[in-house]
């Protein structure tokens, strides 16, 4: 007998508005993560804070979010799918006005902590919804529906903040999200249904404890460990001991306790355990990119923000496109060769980009981000549905809270990683560079004859040095998209490890 979905829609009718109601709750929530990002000089001015201050604007999301994140599972089943949604969406939108009409730093601050409280099961309840409403049949063309919002969320992120900023103020990027959650709202309440209430489930508390500590400590070490040049840092190695530490525990409870926080029996499911680095591979390649364009462009091309949405919006378009193309091909192709095709269109992607330099024309920086808008198109709704598949209904809420919280996580390590690179092979590159600038250096030796430098002169050595380290930061960059590109690639064998999609049956 074929188990049936908790919550599945009765027959097909409400699906589509389903479906856009569960996009808009993604796709808000995934806004949230970057759009903020753009409008923290402007915040820092309006209230009087530090640069160092206002990275809690940031902080205080992010764990928040990764802390709760887990928690989604069985508060969907003590209180009902579809009333943690509501109240989820809810929060989350009464937390972005109070985050838009905040005055001082500690206000905004705690703000963002609580909209990331209800932000973090979001996503995860979205992504359950739709695989409970589908049938199997249909499940690949609603997970490439969901993965728009996913995908699509963190790219137009910087391009809206960035123009909401410049023509309206910091504020309206919290603001926009009243109507965005009016209208989820109204979807959610009109045609999601209910799910049962499990009365009898017990809750984890020194598990969650554990999980909490473990995951609030490795976001904060991430978020701050550059600035605090890392393990240098006594908060850091705190941070560090107190992650590793909580995990341990986490783990020995997990393995001998009865009724656990994070059920075991989900990871010997093969497709979703290796869903889990899939995903985690995705979030460092969405996230960590766009970490890295926007400063290139603006700091070392001089493009205005405004502009640098613009060119960067086509990598939106290009995960668009393919998104549809997967959505129709869904149940024709096998999802792993999608998801492989998608991987060596992303690698290709940042290959390309290893060869970007300061001269080169916008169109340069259109094409890789159409490359790579169309690879990561081409992996996420395959990877959503081969992930599932073969996981029994029951732990759709847990399991897609995990798909979550590893994107997140893969993010979080993915922006650190690529920023402490950044500034490590920016400082390494400005040694080697300056090697040569002596004597023996003839096109140094000609700007000096032709008076286009003093080397005499304090403001002579400035500018050589502001070239310098120019060329070390660009040199920099491309650095990064190359270990990026063989992140990509070191996934691709993994595509062979996935079950056949043809060979999948559902749970009895």
């Given at each position: 007998?074929?188990?049936?979905?908790?919550?599945a829609?009765?027959?097909?009718q409400?699906r589509?508005?389903?479906?856009?109601?569960?996009?808009?709750?993604?796709?808000?929530?995934?806004?949230?993560?970057t759009?903020?990002?753009?409008?923290?000089?402007?915040m820092?001015?309006?209230?009087g804070?530090?640069?160092?201050?206002?990275?809690?604007?940031?902080?205080?999301?992010?764990?928040?979010?990764a802390?709760?994140?887990?928690?989604?599972?069985?508060?969907?089943?003590?209180?009902?799918?579809?009333?943690?949604?509501i109240?989820?969406?809810?929060?989350?939108?009464?937390?972005?006005?109070?985050?838009g009409?905040?005055?001082?730093?500690?206000q905004?601050v705690?703000?963002?902590?609580?909209?990331?409280?209800?932000?973090?099961?979001?996503?995860p309840?979205?992504?359950?919804?739709?695989?409970?409403?589908?049938?199997?049949?249909?499940?690949?063309?609603?997970?490439?529906?969901?993965?728009?919002?996913?995908?699509?969320?963190?790219i137009?992120?910087?391009?809206l903040?960035g123009w909401?900023?410049?023509?309206?103020?910091?504020?309206w990027?919290?603001?926009?999200?009243?109507?965005?959650?009016?209208?989820?709202?109204?979807?959610?309440?009109?045609?999601?249904?209910?799910?049962?209430?499990?009365h009898?489930?017990?809750?984890?508390?020194?598990?969650?404890?554990?999980?909490?500590?473990?995951?609030?400590?490795?976001?904060?070490?991430?978020?701050?460990?550059?600035?605090?040049?890392?393990?240098?840092?006594s908060e850091?190695?705190?941070?560090?001991v107190?992650?590793?530490?909580?995990?341990?525990?986490?783990?020995?409870?997990?393995?001998?306790?009865?009724?656990?926080?994070?059920?075991?029996?989900?990871?010997?499911?093969?497709?979703?355990?290796?869903?889990?680095?899939?995903?985690?591979?995705?979030?460092i390649?969405?996230?960590?990119?766009?970490?890295?364009?926007?400063?290139?462009?603006?700091?070392?091309?001089?493009?205005?923000?405004?502009?640098?949405?613009?060119?960067?919006?086509?990598?939106?378009?290009?995960?668009?496109t393919?998104i549809?193309i997967?959505?129709k091909?869904?149940?024709?192709?096998?999802?792993?060769?999608?998801?492989?095709?998608?991987l060596?269109?992303?690698?290709?992607s940042?290959?390309?980009?290893?060869?970007?330099?300061?001269?080169?024309?916008?169109?340069?920086?259109?094409?890789?981000?159409?490359?790579?808008?169309?690879?990561?198109?081409?992996?996420?709704?395959p990877?959503?549905?081969?992930?599932?598949?073969t996981?029994?209904?029951?732990?759709?809420?847990?399991?897609t809270?995990?798909?979550?919280?590893?994107r997140?996580?893969?993010?979080?390590?993915?922006?650190?990683?690529?920023?402490?690179?950044?500034?490590?092979?920016?400082?390494?590159?400005?040694?080697?560079?300056?090697?040569?600038?002596?004597?023996?250096?003839?096109t140094?030796?000609?700007a000096?004859?032709?008076?286009?430098?003093?080397?005499?002169?304090?403001?002579?050595l400035?500018?050589?040095?502001?070239?310098?380290?120019?060329?070390?930061?660009?040199?920099?960059?491309?650095?990064?998209?190359?270990?990026?590109m063989?992140i990509?690639?070191?996934?691709l064998?993994?595509?062979?490890?996935?079950?056949?999609?043809?060979?999948?049956?559902?749970?009895?």
């Amino acid at each position: 007998m074929t188990a049936q979905a908790p919550g599945a829609a009765a027959g097909g009718q409400h699906r589509v508005l389903v479906t856009l109601a569960v996009m808009l709750a993604t796709t808000v929530q995934a806004l949230d993560t970057t759009i903020a990002n753009v409008a923290l000089p402007h915040m820092q001015g309006s209230m009087g804070a530090t640069q160092d201050q206002m990275s809690w604007v940031l902080t205080s999301y992010i764990v928040a979010s990764a802390i709760f994140i887990p928690l989604t599972g069985i508060l969907a089943a003590k209180l009902g799918r579809k009333r943690l949604f509501i109240l989820a969406v809810i929060g989350f939108t009464v937390t972005s006005m109070l985050c838009g009409a905040s005055q001082n730093l500690e206000q905004i601050v705690l703000f963002r902590f609580l909209q990331g409280v209800f932000g973090a099961s979001l996503v995860p309840l979205s992504q359950s919804v739709l695989l409970d409403s589908y049938p199997k049949e249909k499940q690949g063309a609603a997970m490439a529906m969901w993965g728009v919002g996913v995908m699509i969320g963190p790219i137009l992120g910087p391009s809206l903040g960035g123009w909401l900023t410049e023509y309206y103020s910091w504020r309206w990027v919290f603001y926009i999200n009243l109507p965005l959650g009016l209208l989820t709202w109204f979807g959610l309440a009109a045609y999601v249904k209910e799910t049962d209430i499990d009365h009898e489930r017990k809750f984890d508390w020194l598990g969650f404890i554990f999980l909490s500590v473990a995951l609030g400590a490795l976001q904060m070490m991430l978020d701050r460990g550059e600035s605090l040049n890392w393990f240098a840092s006594s908060e850091v190695v705190t941070e560090a001991v107190l992650a590793a530490g909580s995990f341990y525990l986490f783990m020995a409870h997990t393995l001998t306790f009865s009724h656990p926080f994070i059920e075991p029996v989900l990871f010997k499911d093969r497709n979703f355990s290796l869903g889990m680095v899939f995903i985690f591979v995705v979030g460092i390649i969405l996230l960590a990119t766009m970490a890295l364009l926007p400063p290139f462009l603006q700091s070392l091309m001089g493009y205005p923000i405004i502009d640098i949405g613009l060119v960067l919006a086509p990598r939106g378009i290009g995960t668009m496109t393919s998104i549809m193309i997967v959505g129709k091909a869904a149940n024709r192709i096998d999802g792993r060769y999608l998801i492989a095709t998608g991987l060596v269109l992303t690698a290709t992607s940042l290959h390309m980009m290893t060869q970007f330099t300061t001269e080169m024309t916008s169109a340069s920086i259109v094409t890789t981000g159409l490359i790579q808008g169309l690879g990561l198109g081409f992996i996420f709704p395959p990877l959503s549905t081969l992930t599932f598949m073969t996981l029994s209904p029951k732990f759709r809420n847990e399991g897609t809270a995990l798909f979550s919280l590893m994107r997140n996580l893969g993010s979080s390590i993915g922006i650190s990683m690529v920023t402490t690179n950044l500034v490590q092979q920016t400082q390494a590159n400005h040694a080697v560079f300056s090697e040569h600038i002596n004597a023996l250096n003839q096109t140094l030796q000609q700007a000096v004859q032709n008076k286009m430098v003093d080397l005499q002169s304090s403001e002579g050595l400035a500018m050589v040095n502001a070239l310098v380290t120019k060329e070390a930061a660009t040199l920099a960059y491309l650095q990064d998209f190359r270990l990026m590109m063989w992140i990509t690639l070191a996934a691709l064998p993994l595509v062979l490890l996935l079950r056949k999609p043809a060979a999948l049956t559902t749970p009895t």
